[in-house]
């Protein structure tokens, strides 16, 4: 085993691509295709699983991928320590629902420990996505919530992936509305004064159970409902279309502006959002300085 095939298997499982990872590293692909084969006859197990789709990690290709990034890591700091070589680029992602404060987290990773080069990658993206992106390791860490409704699913998803959840805070209710909508100008909204809005919620694609939404009480009845991909089209539509969405109340005016509020819904329902990590491999310097930020942009937005 060489580092420089543990830096093919990074580059393969980076790219999801055999082909686009030979391009990278400037090989042929029956070079990296025979030196990934040697590898995983030498160490005994499958590390990629090979379909007429393309590639995807095995279950101990994910282990083996966070051993082997934690040895590259070492092998680079010593490299740029003792020959004076330029420092390797950074990479760094993080797979989340679509939460504010996980993008000012971001920023201010990004804003601190961003060097002359780096490759960093953020995923809003859908529930059963960011356990699938750090099961396989593409992302360090993903970011989702849990509550009474989804915990016995979430909890078997995430042991079945062999990740760990922990904690970041517990948030009651809250409904995001824009500052125009009539709503706003009261302490608290029930779900019957929401009837005649249109309410906003995030697409979970082919994994559209309602354990995967992003939003609680999601089992309700909406007479007015509208599906959304992204953060920007949501916050358009609810200063356009009067709409709302439910969610933590954890906002940031910095990155959203000012024309979206939170106001706290009549409703006994909580959840707790937190990030995931693979259990059996050690977060990097930049992960565990992402989490710090995450910490400090919630303590910041409530």
């Given amino acids: 085993m060489t580092l420089q095939q543990l830096r093919y298997i990074i580059e393969v499982a980076n ?3 055999i082909n686009e990872a030979a391009k990278r590293l400037f090989i042929s692909q029956p070079s990296l295709s025979n030196a990934i084969k040697e590898l995983e006859a030498e160490i005994q197990i499958t590390i990629f699983e090979r379909t007429n789709k393309g590639i995807s990690l095995s279950k101990a290709g994910a282990d083996f991928l966070g051993y082997a990034r934690q040895v590259v890591e070492q092998a680079d700091l010593l490299e740029s320590r003792y020959k004076n070589a330029k420092p390797a680029p950074q990479h760094f992602a993080v797979s989340t629902q679509h939460y504010a404060f996980a993008v000012n987290a971001f920023v201010n990773l990004v ?15 859908k529930t059963h996505e960011i356990i699938e992106d750090v099961r396989t390791q593409r992302s360090e860490i993903g970011i989702l919530y849990v509550n009474e409704f989804n915990r016995a699913v979430m909890s078997r998803l995430l042991r079945d992936a062999n990740l760990i959840f922990t904690s970041l805070f517990t948030a009651k209710a809250h409904v995001f509305v824009s500052i125009y909508n009539p709503l706003a100008k009261q302490k608290s909204v029930s779900l019957e004064q929401l009837k005649d809005y249109p309410y906003l919620h995030f697409e979970q694609g082919e994994y559209n159970s309602f ?11 909406h007479p007015k409902s509208i599906r959304v991909n992204d953060r920007a089209t949501l916050f358009n539509l609810l200063i356009g279309l009067n709409g709302y969405t439910i969610s933590t109340g954890v906002l940031s005016a910095d990155l959203n502006g000012n024309e ?5 819904l009549e409703s006994e329902e909580t959840l707790q959002v937190g990030w995931i990590c693979h259990r059996n491999a050690a977060l990097s310097k930049l992960a565990l300085e992402y989490v710090e930020a995450l910490k400090a942009a919630v303590a910041d937005a409530r």
Wanted: charged share 30%.
């Fill in 260 to 264: 979206i509020i939170p106001v706290p």
């Fill in 111 to 125: 804003k601190e420990y961003g060097q002359a080069e780096y490759e960093f990658a953020l995923r809003e993206t």
């Fill in 15 to 17: 790219r999801g691509s």
């Fill in 211 to 221: 354990h995967f939404a992003e939003e609680i009480l999601s089992t309700r009845e």
